[in-house]
Structures are given as structure tokens and as C-alpha cells.
């Protein structure tokens, strides 16, 4: 019944938001501009748009709370003004907390012609922090002040939270459930020939394995138990004291201490409305605004009239705060990345982005129809060790010089990408732009480093007392050595078993199954990429309890630079200190940085005026962003 | 009413082996949307999982799924969130209109080439239907469709490359029919040039075999024109055993396919299945096997009804 009634509301809003919009022209017979794109998964909505083209779709239709400049750089462009936060200083001469204050423009409306308020944003902002919340939004990981309280719904939550914890640590399980999960566990690992006696308590992999996933499935279900219990006992927490609006414009924004990468998760949050989103919103209760997911209205450049046969349309929103889009109607249509190019060639589609090979850049200086822009992807290729695993630094420094990087980089991306020197995208302003080589490749010096640590070659065998050297790499190249450093690892398996190395390369055909042994920290060396944020804030991955620090990298000096680095917003201060970390975390030898690449976006010139597409695109401001300005012939 | 019985005794444990190969699938919907992704914080990850109901052993997951399935519910799709019966529904018509399309047509050439091969065995024209059948059971699908799509809209410009409409215009009513049945050619024609292979060598072997009957030979020396004995006596015995190839693939019409969508951009079935595959969607996954199975159920009784139509020696008990 709530579903029959949520469905009828949602096609009453949309129709009323098409169709009786105040000052909406009608642009049916418009000229279109046609984009190529893929698939899209259908969740056009400010809060739960996930993958790549929907967030694009979810970009045009709304609008954000605080604009960024092509550095990535909070301006005025957004719907409010930016302030440069305020420092609050406490007794022991610290950074106590910081106050971020945005002030909403005068006259600006959502394409439905109700006025953007203060209601809208703080509404925005409690949906994100919702304890039910499933969206790809990491705005809980900003220590806004009283935000934890309001996601457990509990003013002391902390205390309760680590007893939950401890209680689980110091578990002690039943016999049936050990036996239980070792079934399960011996089920999952039957492929590596694994059998149940090894996960109960006398066997190798009890303690690691059985207890541990008891323990930890115990507090997870014991800490979901809890919110849920929270919230179903009556609402307790109803705000969250750092997020108040001061008046009618301006809302405040107060952190914990300082947080320079905290800008860009609370600042550009799509601001969307209240009256169309939050019909019964309550905490905890998301359904109503999941159920617009199909229907979406903001106050961005563009109005969503449909998804159809495989094509979202869109049409301009005649009260966008930054004067009417010039094309008045947008089409996206699904393909197959294969056909971007021929079919942006053929003229069915004006824009679209396929995957830039050298190839493709030679096809298209061919073609008289076709202007392309090369732009930064912000994120690198790496190839990781587990300093776990290969525990000898000196060996996982003779690794790396035995990583011959330049030759398979130039043959996979040719221009499209090059070689970098230090583990962060090149794009990033800390990124430090004199470095140097730091492992160059000489199996000569690899050996030496094997030396060192302890190894010798006896009969051709590489071994340290009587155990040779062994290492298993794992990457994720389709099973077909697709892969931008295949042709690096495959190197270093010929160069390593020439040297008397025991060498295991898988090539994952599934890319799921590499990501699991990875975890599993099965593999010694892999071959990954990271995707980048525009602070280039390392504690996720560096730290020592970094929770993605899959390189098991431990050096208290990188955590004290790491801690400091977060504590400043004085951006030539922490160049320095992220120069310094870089160098760290090169000489532990963890992560081989391999390479920069480009991403290609390809335009028709017989449809698109280039003249007015926007200039000096970065990775932080594509076309997109200034789309309204951009004209078809 | 025994054999209803079993069908829903053969769905159960379709449905739990289905549920324990995807539970065991390497990765899961969470760990997919956020590999890769630094930002993420196990914690979340956690509530995540319990959020969308992964969290539990295989076991309870299943009958948590089944105590849904058996009233109607088969859940949230995880990508798209949004009740899975309505996704299937929604772009089952699409898969099915080319299949159906496709299955007419490979008929219609199938098994008339096949009745004339098998009739002048040997000859010039059999070789002929037999190899161009061949070459089109051994054509890979994703080869086939490039050169079509290079051929007849790249060179010739005949035809649209990809995709369902033109999406330029706003066509409605009958022209956005027309235009629809434009971009369906090129899918069509493969569905049709791979598949037609099969179902022709089958309608000769079928042709042959009852060319050879007893009865065939009877009607011969009772001095009937060959032209009788072929359409009137041969060709209604060929019948019954195609006549069961079709209830068979009712399934196949409307699972999609998944490299023709994939390649043209069609919003079918196929391809939403293999999306739903590799990001780990369990609901979908589970409710679209699930329609499969019951398709296949329906399938086998159907071809069994018929069988009983067509050939007057079955009777059904």
C-alpha cells in the first residue's frame, strides 16, 4: 500500500514539476545535442547517483551548495558564497574546531520556481548524515561536531560503541558456531584445497580466521543491533549541533579541530528540495526520497523530462541561477564504448568520451569532423608489495629495481599517459614536480639488494637458509595480459627467475576474485590504480591504521607528517611535509608509481561550435561544468 | 497435477543452488562500489552490508530470500533499487521483440531450406544451404555484428550503428515505431544469420529421416506425386519434433542476449543480467534465474501439450 501510494505521488510530482513549472518554456522543437554515454543504472537522484553517468545526468539537474574553480578550489560559483574558514583556538594553543559559514544567494530557485532556502540545505545535509543512508556520500567521515551522536542516535555513543567492541574482541564462541563457520570458511576456500580441520581450534588457520570472522560478524551484527535498536525505540538524537542555520541565508558548519579535505565533501553536496524531496522524511526513513529516484527536480542547468528506450532527455531550466542554458535540449544515449568514436564520427552523437588509445588519436586527426580534448585523470597506476609478506626491505627495494616501467607504459598508452616518479596523481598540487627516478631499472643493483638481505644463488636457486625467494603477483588483466603493467610484471617474473626467483603471475580474468585475494593479502605484489580526491590527504592509505593501507606501510615519522599535514590549511606548509612523506613511503618500497594517463573527450565540429566550448578544462572542471555556455552550429 | 508437483519441487532447489553460486561469487555488490575508493571507511562498509542484507551466512540469507520469494517479493534490485519484478518487466518487452522477431523469421527460412536440402540430398543446393548454414552456426556473434555495422552503417550508411531510437528527434507514435524497427535490423539479422544454421541442419535431418519411413515408401508405390508425398505425408510427420524445439525456447525469448544488446545498445534483459552479474545484485540475479526457470518449466509443458496436438499417438494421461 505505502508503495501503490509513494508510486502515485511520485508521477503526481513529476507531472506537476514538467508540466506546471512557472516560467518554463516549452523546447520540444529544439535542436538536441546528442552525448554518447553508458549504460546508465537509473538512480538520477542528489543523494543515491553512484555510477559515473548518472552522477553526470544528477550534475546537470542539480545544483551545489559551494563552487570549485578549475584548481579545485572552493569559489563563488556555487548557490552560496564561500567564506575561508574560521579557526577556533583552545587552551593548549591547538586548533580547537573550525567553523565554515555559506551564505545562500539572493533569488535563487529550483527549476520548479520555489525559492532555494536554508530549510533545503539543512535538509540536504540530514539526509546525507542519515544512520539509513546507502549512498555513495562520505560526508560521515567528516568530524562534524555531534554527527556520530546523530548516526547512532545516541549521546554516548562512544562508550557503548567500544564495549560493543570489547565485548566481541573477548568473545568466546561455542563449539557448534566454531564448527559451523569452519564449514563455511572451508567451503569458501575449498579452491585452495583447504580442509575444515585446519579452522577448528588445533588447526593453522583457527585463530586468524575462524575466531577473527566470529568476533567480527558478532560486532558487526552487535553494533547494527544497536543503531537499529536506537532508532526503533523512538528517536532520540533529532540534530546535529555542528550543522546550525544562523538565519534565513546562512547555515554554519563546525568541525572537529581542522580538516583541509572537509571542504570538498560538505561543500559540494547538491542542494535539492525540501518540498519535493522530504515528503515524509523522517529520520531514518529514506523510502520516500529513493521512490524520486526516477523523477529527479533541482535547481541545476537542466530539467529532466524522461528515460526512454535507452536515452535520458533533458531540457534547459529557464530559472537557472546562471542565466538559460544556450542549448535547449540534451539527449543521452547508452552505447557501447566500442562505437563511441564511429558514432560520434557518423554524426548520431555530438559528444562523447571514449577509451583514448593511440590508435584512436591517429583515427581522429584522420577525420575532418572531430575535436578532441585530452585532459588529466585524476587518480595513477600503481604496482603495490605487502610489507607484511615481503617483510625484508631490502628485498622489496630489489623488487623494484627489477620494475622496468618506461618501455611498458610508452607501448600500452604511447602519449596517452607517462611515467611518474612519486605515488600521487601528477594532477595534485602536492604533487612535487622536480622529483626524481627513485628505483631505476638494473637487475645488477636488485641482486645487491637481495644480497644484503641475505640471499645467495646456490645450483641457480636464489635462497636465504635453504628457502628460496618466491613471490606471488597477482593483476587484473582480463586473463589477457590487458593491462598497462603487464608487460612490468611479466619482466619481472623473467628477470627474477633468471636470478633463481620462485615466480607465481596470475592474470585475473575477474577483477572481483583479485580485489578478494588482495584483501586476503594473498598476493605479495599487485598491480592496481588509485582514484584521487582533490585534497591530497594520505591517512586512508599511508597511516598505519589507515583502513585502506593495503601496503601494511608502518613508519612513525610518515604518521606524525600524515597527522601534521591534516592539521594545516597553509597549502605551502604541507607541500613540504607531503614531499617529505613521498620520500618515505618510496624508500619502504610498498608502491611503485607507474603512470599518469589522460582521459579523451571527442566532439563533432559539424554540430558543435568548439569555439564555445569552455577552455583550459582540468580534471576538476570538464565541459560539463560551464555547459550552459556551450553553443551547437 | 503430480507433474505441477515437481515443477515446484524442481524450482526450490533451482533456487538454492542459484543462491549458493552467487553468495560464493568472489566480491560482493559492497565491495564492487567501493574498490578503489580510499575514502571509504570499513565501518561504513559494515552498515552498508547490513543495509542491503549481505551480512548474513548463506544459509539464513536464503531463507530470508525464499520466505520473501514465496509471497511475491523478490526485493530491491541493489543498482537500481527499485522492486526487481518492475525492472524485469520493464525491459523484457524489449529483449522479447527481437527474439520473437528473430524466431519467426529463422523459422520461416529454416524450415523450408531444410525440407529442400534434405529432398535433394546431395545435390548442388544441399551443399550449398549446408554450408551457409555452417558458417552461420560457427560465426561468433560480436564478429558478425562488427561487420554488419561496417558494412551497412559505417560504409553504406543504410542503417543506424547502435542504439534504440534516434535520439536527435523526438519521433512519437507510429514513426517512432518506424524508427524502433529500423535500428532492430541489424540485431535482428544477426540473431537470425547465427541461429538459423541450427534449426535448418535439425528440419533436415527431421526431413530425411522421415523420407526414409515406412510409410513414405508405402505412399510412394500407392503411385502418389512426389509433390503429395513430401507436403502431404512427409512434412506434417517433420513437424512434431520442431514443434517441441519451440516450447523449448521460451526461455530464450525473453532472457535477452547478452553480446547483440550489449553491442547495439539495447536495454534488454540480457544485458541488465550481465551488469547484475558483475557487480554482484542478488535480487536481480535470483528473481531473473528464477523467471528463467519458471519459463523453462512452462516451456517443457508446453512443448508437451503441443506435442499432443500435433501428433494424434500421444495422448495426454
Redesign the interface.
Known amino acids: 500500500m505505502k ?1 501503490i501510494l509513494l508510486t502515485i505521488l511520485v508521477i503526481l510530482v513529476s507531472l506537476s514539476s514538467n508540466l506546471w513549472a512557472k516560467g518554463q518554456k516549452d523546447y ?1 522543437n529544439e ?2 545535442l ?1 552525448l554518447g554515454s553508458d ?1 546508465f ?3 538520477f537522484s542528489p543523494f ?1 547517483a ?1 555510477s559515473g553517468y548518472d552522477m553526470e545526468i544528477n550534475k546537470l539537474i542539480q545544483a551545489d551548495l559551494i563552487g570549485f574553480d578549475r584548481n579545485a578550489q572552493p569559489d563563488n560559483t556555487g548557490l552560496a558564497y564561500y567564506q575561508d574558514p574560521k579557526e577556533i583556538i583552545g587552551a593548549d594553543g591547538k586548533v580547537e574546531k573550525t567553523i565554515y559559514t555559506f551564505k545562500l544567494k539572493d533569488g535563487i530557485t529550483f527549476s520548479d520556481g520555489t525559492p532555494v532556502t536554508i530549510d533545503d540545505v539543512m535538509f540536504s545535509y540530514m539526509v546525507l548524515a542519515d544512520p ?1 543512508y ?1 549512498g ?1 556520500s ?1 560526508l ?2 567528516v568530524n562534524i561536531i555531534g554527527i556520530n551522536e546523530y548516526r547512532f542516535d545516541d549521546m554516548d555513543y562512544t562508550d557503548t560503541v567500544a564495549g560493543i567492541k570489547s565485548a566481541a574482541d573477548n568473545y568466546e564462541p561455542t563449539e557448534k558456531e566454531v564448527a ?1 563457520m569452519a564449514a ?1 570458511l572451508t ?2 576456500y575449498a579452491a585452495y584445497g583447504v580442509k575444515v580441520e585446519d579452522f577448528l581450534p588445533e588447526g593453522p588457520y583457527y585463530e586468524d580466521d575462524t575466531l577473527s570472522e566470529i568476533r567480527s ?1 558478532k560486532y ?2 552487535d ?2 543491533a544497536y ?1 537499529t535498536g536506537n532508532l526503533s525505540d523512538g528517536i532520540d538524537v533529532l540534530s546535529i549541533p555542528g550543522i546550525v542555520a544562523k538565519d534565513d541565508k546562512t547555515i554554519e558548519i563546525t568541525i572537529v579541530g581542522v580538516d583541509p579535505a572537509a571542504i570538498y565533501k560538505i561543500g559540494a553536496i547538491n542542494v535539492a528540495s525540501k518540498a519535493y524531496y522530504g515528503n515524509g522524511f523522517v529520520k531514518g526513513s529514506l523510502e520516500g526520497i ?1 521512490a524520486l ?2 523523477a529527479p527536480m533541482g535547481a541545476g542547468e537542466y530539467r529532466y523530462v524522461s528515460f526512454e ?3 535520458v ?1 533533458l531540457v534547459a531550466n529557464d530559472l537557472y541561477y546562471k542565466g538559460v542554458p544556450k542549448i535547449k535540449k540534451i ?6 564504448t ?2 563511441k568514436l ?2 560520434v ?2 554524426g ?1 552523437f555530438d559528444i562523447s568520451d571514449p577509451t583514448a588509445s593511440p590508435e584512436m588519436i591517429k583515427s581522429i586527426e584522420e577525420s575532418d569532423n572531430i575535436h578532441y580534448e585530452l585532459i588529466d585523470n585524476l587518480g595513477y597506476g600503481y604496482i603495490g608489495i605487502n610489507a607484511t609478506n615481503v617483510s625484508d626491505k631490502n628485498v622489496r627495494k630489489g623488487l623494484m629495481h627489477l620494475m622496468d616501467r618506461k618501455p611498458a607504459i610508452q607501448a600500452y598508452y604511447g602519449n596517452l599517459a607517462s611515467v611518474i616518479e612519486r605515488p600521487m596523481s601528477r594532477v595534485s598540487w602536492a604533487y612535487p614536480k622536480d622529483s626524481t627516478e627513485f628505483y631505476g631499472y638494473n637487475t645488477e643493483k636488485a641482486l645487491e639488494y637481495f644480497k644484503e638481505a641475505g640471499y645467495s644463488v646456490v645450483d641457480g636457486i636464489l635462497q636465504k637458509d635453504g628457502v628460496q625467494l618466491s613471490v606471488e603477483i597477482g593483476i587484473p588483466a582480463d586473463g589477457s595480459g590487458s593491462h598497462p603493467a603487464y608487460a612490468i610484471v611479466l619482466g619481472l617474473k623473467n628477470a627474477g627467475e633468471a636470478m633463481g626467483m620462485a615466480v607465481n603471475l596470475t592474470d585475473y580474468a ?4 583479485f ?2 585475494d588482495l ?1 586476503a593479502e594473498k598476493l605479495d605484489i599487485w598491480c ?4 584521487a ?1 582533490p585534497d591530497p590527504d594520505m591517512y ?2 599511508y597511516h598505519s591504521k589507515g ?2 593501507n593495503k601496503y601494511k606501510i608502518n613508519d612513525p615519522e610518515l604518521d606524525k607528517l600524515i597527522i601534521a599535514s591534516k592539521a594545516t590549511a597553509n597549502i605551502e606548509e604541507r607541500k613540504k611535509m607531503y614531499s617529505k612523506a613521498l620520500d618515505i613511503i618510496m624508500d619502504w618500497a610498498v608502491e611503485m608509481p607507474t603512470y599518469q594517463r589522460k582521459n579523451m573527450y571527442i566532439f563533432n565540429t559539424d554540430n558543435v561550435n568548439v569555439d564555445s566550448i569552455p577552455k583550459d578544462l582540468t580534471p576538476f572542471f570538464g565541459y560539463i561544468d560551464e555547459i550552459e555556455v556551450m553553443e551547437l552550429k | 497435477m503430480r507433474r505441477l508437483l515437481l515443477s515446484v519441487l524442481i524450482l526450490f532447489g533451482v533456487s538454492m543452488i542459484i543462491y549458493t553460486i552467487v553468495r560464493m561469487m568472489p566480491g560482493d555488490y559492497i565491495s564492487s562500489i567501493t574498490a578503489g575508493n580510499p575514502m571509504v571507511t570499513p565501518e561504513k562498509i559494515a552498515r552498508l552490508r547490513m543495509l542491503y542484507g549481505l551480512d548474513t551466512g548463506v544459509v539464513e540469507g536464503y531463507f530470508k530470500w525464499l520466505s520473501q520469494a514465496i509471497r511475491g517479493n523478490f526485493g530491491d534490485s541493489f543498482i537500481y533499487r527499485k522492486p526487481v519484478a518492475e525492472i524485469i518487466s520493464s525491459k523484457m518487452w524489449t529483449s522479447f521483440s527481437l527474439a520473437f522477431t528473430a524466431f519467426i523469421l529463422e523459422i520461416i527460412i529454416a524450415v523450408p531450406l531444410g525440407i529442400i536440402s534434405a529432398t535433394r540430398q546431395y545435390s548442388k543446393t544441399d551443399y550449398a544451404v549446408t554450408t551457409v548454414a555452417l558458417v552461420g552456426i560457427s560465426l561468433p556473434t560480436f564478429f558478425f555484428a562488427a561487420i554488419l555495422q561496417r558494412v551497412f552503417s559505417m560504409e553504406l550508411g543504410l542503417l543506424p550503428l547502435q542504439g534504440m531510437v534516434t535520439a536527435r528527434y523526438d519521433y512519437q507514435g507510429f514513426m517512432l515505431f518506424l524508427d524502433i524497427a529500423k535500428h532492430f535490423i541489424l540485431p535482428i539479422t544477426v540473431f537470425v544469420i547465427t541461429g538459423v544454421g541450427s534449426l535448418m541442419r535439425y528440419s533436415r535431418t527431421n526431413m530425411l529421416e522421415v523420407l526414409n519411413a515406412d510409410y513414405v515408401r508405402t505412399a510412394r508405390a500407392k503411385g502418389l506425386s512426389e509433390q503429395t508425398v513430401i507436403y502431404k505425408h512427409a512434412f506434417r510427420n517433420t513437424l512434431i519434433p520442431i514443434v517441441t524445439l519451440i516450447g523449448g525456447s521460451l526461455p530464450g525469448l525473453f532472457s535477452g542476449a547478452i553480446i547483440t544488446e550489449g553491442i547495439f545498445a539495447i536495454d534488454g534483459l540480457g544485458r541488465t543480467a550481465l551488469i547484475a552479474l558483475r557487480m554482484g545484485d542478488i535480487p536481480f540475479i535470483m528473481a531473473f534465474n528464477m523467471f528463467l526457470a519458471v519459463l523453462t518449466l512452462l516451456g517443457t509443458i508446453i512443448a508437451d501439450i503441443l506435442y499432443a496436438v500435433v501428433d494424434p499417438r500421444v495422448r495426454l494421461s
Open positions: 508503495k520540444s535542436p538536441a546528442v549504460a543504472n537509473e538512480k543515491y553512484e539509513n546507502t555513495p562520505t560521515y567521515s559451523d563455511e567451503e569458501l560478524r558487526k551484527a553494533e547494527a543503531i529513493e529516484n526516477g528506450n535507452n536515452v532527455s539527449k543521452y544515449q547508452v552505447t557501447s566500442s562505437n564511429e558514432a564520427k557518423l548520431d575477474d577483477g572481483n576474485k580485489w578478494d584483501d592496481a590504480a588509485w582514484g580526491t586512508q592509505i583502513p585502506s
